[in-house]
Nanobody, 121 residues
Framework: QVDLVESGGGLVQPGGSLRISCAAS????????MGWYRQAPGKQREFVAT???????NYADSVKGRFTISRDNAKNTVYLQMNSLKPEDTAVYYC???????????????WGQGTQVTVSS
């Protein structure tokens, strides 16, 4: 009953910028937090950034100062602005949301389908 739809991935040159988006829809009672994770070929999925409904943010050390996470609570949407991109940022980026669908259910993590970000000259 809950879907996360991502958009904005693509190919960008080193040093360039890209913004990806993720919108949650369906049966949503509340959203505790939304965020981004990424997985490069042959690597484990790793944390990138999260933001709570109140606006509290956290970043992985590898992206701090280059990436900015933001949200639009009215649209249940989270964004990731990626600047000064490096080849090592190449990965599939996954949207994550901690959602309570109804007042009768516990909070559960939901995942988007993933969007490919490729940084290459």
């Amino acid at each position: 009953q809950v879907d996360l739809v991502e958009s904005g991935g693509g190919l960008v040159q080193p040093g360039g910028s890209l913004r990806i988006s993720c919108a949650a829809s369906g049966n949503i009672f509340s959203i505790k937090a939304m965020g981004w994770y990424r997985q490069a070929p042959g690597k484990q999925r790793e944390f990138v950034a999260t933001i709570t409904s109140a606006g509290t943010t956290n970043y992985a050390d590898s992206v701090k100062g280059r990436f900015t996470i933001s949200r639009d609570n009215a649209k249940n949407t989270v964004y990731l602005q990626m600047n000064s991109l490096k080849p090592e940022d190449t990965a599939v980026y996954y949207c994550n949301a901690e959602i309570q669908p109804t007042r009768w259910e516990i909070r559960t993590d939901y995942w988007g389908q993933g969007t490919q970000v490729t940084v290459s000259s």
